[in-house]
């Protein structure tokens, strides 16, 4: 191998030990804020709680999977009754699906900083419309 190939296999060792640390990190600490909300998904195992960003566009909330870790988003598609807590209040939704249009409006109101987007990966990102249940 050449220099430069083991240059760049170092380099990207390194770039994915990054996301990994970093997405481990959010995964393990869940941060919040006032922006933030906790959607429970629920599956055989019981109840599962994730911390994610509440995003808004055209007068609807949304979530988004931003990160490869994305269990819970398989477990809403799976059984789309979730709970959401937000400002200390918990509502039943039902969680539907993005795509097309809908999905193209939502990511160009909420979009991801650069800087975010490469320690994550460039990780694909779906959406959650979440509607009254």
């Known amino acids: 191998m050449h220099?430069?190939?083991?240059?760049?296999?170092?380099?990207?060792?390194?770039?994915?030990?990054?996301?990994a640390l970093f997405e481990s990190l959010l995964g393990y600490f869940q941060p919040a804020n006032p922006t933030?909300?906790?959607i429970t998904t629920r599956d055989d195992g019981g109840a599962h709680d994730?911390?994610?960003?509440?995003?808004?566009?055209d007068g609807n909330v949304y979530v988004a999977v931003n990160h490869w870790p994305r269990m819970w988003y398989y477990r809403a598609l799976d059984n789309p009754g979730?709970?959401?807590?937000?400002?200390?209040?918990?509502t039943e939704y039902t969680a539907v699906p993005v795509t097309g249009a809908e999905h193209d409006r939502v990511d160009a109101d909420n979009p991801l900083p650069l800087v975010f987007r490469i320690?994550?990966?460039?990780?694909?990102?779906?959406?959650?419309?979440?509607?009254?249940?």
Do not use: H, M, N, W
Not at 3 to 19: E, N, Q, S
Not at 82 to 90: I, K, N, P
Not at 119 to 133: E, Q, V
């Open 3 to 19: 220099k430069t190939g083991k240059i760049a296999a170092i380099l990207l060792g390194v770039y994915v030990g990054i996301v």
């Open 36 to 38: 933030t909300l906790v």
């Open 50 to 57: 994730r911390v994610l960003a509440r995003l808004e566009s």
């Open 82 to 90: 979730v709970a959401v807590t937000f400002e200390e209040q918990t």
């Open 119 to 133: 320690l994550t990966g460039f990780p694909p990102r779906y959406f959650l419309r979440l509607d009254d249940a």
